[in-house]
């Protein structure tokens, strides 16, 4: 039987699991200290514990709950890591770098339940949830890939799959990102992206003050009934109620809003000016993504003209808007088409 993995659990529950087989409390800092803000990968180098104490961890516990399958750099610098669990599942993670930061654009689970209509993840269908280790592991891969070339300041949960559907695991992945003994991310530098599975966000937010987005992409339920198929258990007004409600509980920071532009489907000036009234009330930045064309979907993004006067027409509205430029298209690695699509002949 496979020994229980310690990328797992968060310190406070290390401390737990230690007590309970006569280790110090105060170990689970030192360990996690030495894993995640060290990277290191064994125990055998965290030399500050004695060989005793090394040994019985070593029998007790696994560390490593990913291995890189294959790495794709694209031409815009971002790398894509096809990565395998120990049950041999297969995920993705994505590295974007930009000039004053590196964001990582993590998976939660295997494929996704939730079959968005414009999404390649959606079209794969959903294997599992991922464990707290995998989420966790995923940045220590990244790193390993970088070999201290560069850091990871930020990170988000856009890859594959629905955060929300994992809370219990996300969360617990969450408390080892931001602890300030573990990776000692600012809960700032961490997105989680919804779809809004509403009964999941407050208490998301109770674990740390990181930002939210909200996939979007519809001023109507009409069209969001077809785009994001779980509208229809949270539709827009449910879901933008209880953000309404929340606003004080995430300490004034704005909500993202995703909304991907198809061309014909959601990108009409009427959609742009929609959204200003929609999303009164809640502390909002809009997120423009133009399709991303990928195999399993015949949507395309509008022309760069019809884009811009989309854009123009939100910001008019008073609402804060940015467009977000596309990165590692050529290697299947936007928004969206995470598919676990080729990547083994390449391998940089
Ligand atoms: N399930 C979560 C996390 C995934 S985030 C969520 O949906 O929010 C991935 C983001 O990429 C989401 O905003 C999603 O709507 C967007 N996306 C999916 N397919 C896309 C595509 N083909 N082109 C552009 N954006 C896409």
């Known amino acids: 039987m496979s020994l229980p993995c310690l990328k797992d659990h968060s310190i406070d529950s290390l401390r737990e699991r230690f007590q309970a087989s006569g280790i110090e409390r105060w ?58 669990t120990r049950d041999g599942a297969r995920l993705e993670s994505v590295l974007i770098p930009e000039e004053a930061r590196n964001t990582l654009c993590v998976s939660t689970q295997v494929g996704c339940p939730l079959a968005c209509s414009f999404c390649a993840t959606g079209a794969l269908g959903f294997t599992r949830n991922l464990t707290a280790g995998e989420i966790v592991d995923q940045v220590c891969r990244m790193r390993e890939v970088l070999g201290g070339a560069a850091e990871i300041t930020n990170l988000v949960f856009m890859g594959m799959g629905e955060p929300l559907l994992n809370l219990a695991n996300l969360t617990e992945a969450i408390r080892l990102l931001v602890h300030p003994k573990a990776f000692g991310l600012a809960p700032r530098r961490v997105t989680v992206s919804t779809v809004g599975v509403v009964p999941q966000i407050e208490e998301l937010l109770s674990v740390a003050p990181i930002h939210l987005a909200v996939s979007l992409h519809a001023t109507t339920d009409e069209v969001r009934d077809v785009l994001v198929p779980i509208n229809r258990q949270f539709p827009l007004d449910v879901l933008l109620g209880e953000l309404r409600r929340l606003e004080g509980v995430n300490k004034r920071r704005p909500v993202f809003f995703e909304y991907t532009l198809i061309d014909g489907l959601n990108d009409s000036l009427e959609d742009a000016r929609r959204l200003a009234p929609l999303l009164h009330g809640i502390p909002a930045k809009v997120n423009l993504i133009p399709m991303n064309a990928h195999d399993d979907s015949e949507y395309r993004a509008p022309s760069p003209a019809r884009i811009d006067g989309f854009l123009r027409a939100v910001a008019a509205s008073g609402l804060r808007v940015t467009l977000r430029r596309s990165r590692g298209p050529d290697i299947q690695a936007a928004c969206g088409q995470l598919a676990l699509r080729g990547g083994h002949d390449h391998a940089a």
């Open 27 to 84: 170990r689970a800092e030192q360990v996690a200290g030495w894993l995640y803000a060290r990277g290191v990968e064994s125990f055998d180098e965290m030399t500050d514990l004695s060989r005793e104490l090394r040994v019985q961890l070593a029998e007790q516990w696994s560390l490593r709950a990913l291995e890189i399958d294959a790495v794709q750099r694209s031409l815009d610098g971002t790398l894509k890591a096809a990565l395998r």
